[in-house]
Nanobody
Framework: QVQLVESGGGSVQPGGSLRLSCVASGNIASIGTMGWYRQTPDKERVLVATITRGGRINYADSVKGRFTISRENAKNTVYLQMNSLKFDDAAVYLC???????????????????WGEGTLVTVSS
């Protein structure tokens, strides 16, 4: 089992900043790409940013220049620094990780996607 727990959400004014964190825990054999998604009102998960284990980064066009994703592999943690927040950034932010737990690895299974429960970001003036 692999668990992802997000933190750092809150309420900010337009132009404000927040830093989200997501830590993976459990009987982890390996973690590949990690990322952040935000959930639309119809519950669709939309890419915000991803980062590979080696540090290759992909951002949604809507957040380029404002958000920064980073990770600490030794801590199994991914971060999202969000600056210049806009009303349209308000959402539940979900952490995602491609991971392989040791039990599955022992049985010969490959990695699968894991999701956190989400952390709420609101933007209000």
């Amino acid at each position: 089992q692999v668990q992802l727990v997000e933190s750092g959400g809150g309420s900010v004014q337009p132009g404000g900043s927040l830093r989200l964190s997501c830590v993976a825990s459990g009987n982890i054999a390996s973690i590949g790409t990690m990322g952040w998604y935000r959930q639309t009102p119809d519950k669709e998960r939309v890419l915000v940013a991803t980062i590979t284990r080696g540090g290759r980064i992909n951002y949604a066009d809507s957040v380029k220049g404002r958000f920064t994703i980073s990770r600490e592999n030794a801590k199994n943690t991914v971060y999202l620094q969000m600056n210049s927040l806009k009303f349209d950034d308000a959402a539940v932010y979900l952490c995602n990780a491609e991971a392989l737990d040791a039990g599955a690895a022992a049985l010969g299974y490959g990695g699968v996607d894991y999701w956190g429960e989400g952390t709420l970001v609101t933007v209000s003036s």
